[in-house]
């Protein structure tokens, strides 16, 4: 029983010895608590960790990886460096594929999503991260356009304060890290739900990950995703979707979706990317999360 | 079997003979088709509706109960008259109920819900109404305020732009005219699926129902409601709900809400209010609207 009791426990904590992929949705914490950056260097290797920032998205590189090279640098991360690929050709790079090969994490920070993926979309660096990722040997971060990426469908562009329409979100091809699903950042800070719900109404087959501004969701590779930060990650999932009319309307027209699951999800909240169960933090209300330990011991 | 087909047309086709609660996002054209309005002026009697109209929702009755009378006349009412109740004490004058007794319409304006909720809330003359409605003598129609009136309880204020909380919305008691909804209107026009989240978050035995400007959600009395005009009707329904913090944490803390289900409804969808069931447009995508049609015939 107190195994059974001890297993559970396991399964809800955070594996911080692991590596992870973590979705953020832009503007985490960089001065205080810095939770999320803090979870990224102890995912990668925490004082043994190797980082290599990708600040291929920004348009002032050096100032954006400077930053981040301080931050994982105070929070004891033994090597940190910054690999500016700028062009497709750098990707070819035996210096750049010697990093990629021997760090512990890769962080893309935040910027143009379309310059990241014309950078580095199908080049043997980007081949690289990927198959180390798969292989759990590689923690990687992505924030903002670095977390727009992280689907195979991605959301290039769109607007807010419409009726769900196809116009209202405009979709590219992403890096697919997890191709199952469609993030959105800034997500309720910028009233993005309009947008996702369009995106998701085009590919019913993916499921829409919505992620406020200092919140990540860390997947692990079990396919569980667990919520860090201040605000809340929004899932819209359209595993039961009965009628959509999306490919029938012209782009202004209003779409209609029938039968979404939505969640909110908050600190501690964790969602099986495959078995789209839902769990509730334990820490915050262990009435919920206790229950089925205490029932077993 | 024609029969069969028969009446599943007539269980999909507005009624336009009989009575109904119209609640309108708010902004309804007013110039062009003003389609919405004309399905009000219809559903009271055509050529034979008496409307009046309740502008107690707003700073300029005169002005905005004039626009409405021109726009209700030119469609064809048999009459039309302003009830401009300012006081609370107006709801016993006889004249008043003399109207509210023999009228077949009435429209409540846009405005401020909080005043057109502090002047009817609780008088004989909203007690005439709601009877009146429910017994199937009245239509009733409110646009922007009067539409956020509907439900038991109200959403009388809030924001946008933020992960859901308790602190995003503000609540009060409605009229109740069908109190089984929490209605919000201007909805995408102006972000508000947060703070509708929010208020279902508080009170996960109503249904959410988020009105876009320029369109209505008319309910039937058997339950069925139908959209009508150009954006969408959102449906929030927490009935499969399993989990949220709402009542346990402080009021600017994130909310999380797991398994709600969403709906997003266009032009001739319908929705049923206690069934929850979802049904698509019959004459937007023949092929899934006709579907039962066929196989019986």
């Not at 590189?61 to 640098?73: K, M, T």
């Not at 010697?98 to 199908?122: I, K, M, P, Y």
Request: glycine share 10%; hydrophobic share 40%; net charge neutral.
């Amino acid at each position: 029983m107190q195994q059974l009791k001890a297993k559970t426990l396991e399964m809800r904590t955070p594996q911080a010895t692991k590596t992870a992929v973590l979705v953020i949705g832009g503007a985490e914490d960089k001065v205080h608590g810095r939770e999320i950056l803090r979870t990224f260097v102890a995912r990668a290797g925490a004082s043994k960790a190797y980082i290599t920032i990708v600040p291929s998205a920004s348009r002032e590189p050096a100032i954006i990886g400077g930053r981040y090279i301080r931050l994982f640098e105070e929070m004891g991360a033994q090597k940190v460096e910054i690999l500016d690929i700028r062009e497709r050709e750098q990707c070819e790079n035996p210096q750049i594929k010697a990093s990629l090969e021997n760090c512990t994490g890769v962080f893309l920070t935040g910027g143009d999503q379309l310059r990241l993926c014309g950078v580095l979309a199908d080049t043997p660096a980007m081949d690289l991260i990927r198959q180390r990722v798969r292989a759990g040997q590689l923690t990687l971060a992505g924030t903002s356009a670095g977390a727009a990426v992280m689907g195979h469908h991605m959301i290039a562009g769109g607007g807010s304060g419409e009726t769900p329409n196809r116009s209202l979100v405009d979709m590219a091809t992403g890096l697919g890290f997890i191709p199952e699903v469609i993030v959105d950042q800034h997500f309720h800070n910028r009233n993005r739900m309009g947008r996702l719900i369009s995106a998701i109404a085009a590919h019913p087959d993916r499921l829409g990950i919505g992620i406020d501004e200092d919140t990540c969701a860390v997947f692990e590779r079990d396919g569980w995703l667990q919520v860090v930060g201040k605000g809340s990650v929004t899932i819209v999932d359209p595993t039961e979707l009965t009628h959509t009319n999306e490919p029938h309307v012209s782009a202004n027209e209003p779409l209609n979706v029938h039968n979404l699951r939505l969640h909110i999800l908050s600190y501690g909240d964790r969602f099986h990317l495959y078995q789209r169960t839902v769990l509730p933090a334990v820490h915050r209300l262990p009435s919920y999360g206790d229950s089925y330990g205490d029932n077993v011991s």
